[in-house]
């Protein structure tokens, strides 16, 4: 068996050959690694309504439907940079097992199997051109 489980002061230390990281050292690790690819997606949306020809696409839109358009674009842009910031300056909270980290944790789960699922399966992208590099970024 390549992992072997051991507890040191209450805590599950998972051993793996040379390593020795606890598991909430993994979770802090894979925490990292998201939020700074989060930080990462919210600069980057900044160059979505160019590439996507929003102003072309929002020019028929009556006010309101180029409003919802906006706010709706900025509601997700604000979660996503919500995300980044509890997962860089929170992690000690995210991995510490409490019923709210563990309702958030699975929150931002939900949040983003929604999101992928409809990013692979749910959109009609033929009109964007691209083929399959836009349907995976």
């Given at each position: ?56 696409k929002q020019a028929g839109l009556i006010p309101l439907m180029r409003e919802l358009w906006w706010t ?66």
């Open positions: 068996m390549p992992w072997l489980e051991a507890f040191v002061d209450g805590e599950a230390v998972y051993r793996f050959q040379s390593c020795n990281l606890s598991m909430r050292e993994d979770l802090q690790i894979g925490l990292m690694v998201g939020s700074w690819a989060l930080v990462a997606l919210c600069i980057a949306s900044f160059w979505i309504p160019k590439v996507l020809q929003w102003g072309e709706y674009a900025l509601y997700i842009w604000s979660s996503h940079v919500f995300f980044a910031v509890l997962a860089l300056g929170f992690s000690d909270w995210l991995t510490g097992g409490t019923n709210a980290a563990i309702a958030m944790c699975a929150f931002n789960m939900l949040w983003w199997a929604v999101r992928l699922w409809l990013q692979l399966f749910g959109f009609y992208l033929s009109e964007v051109g691209g083929g399959r590099a836009h349907r995976e970024l």
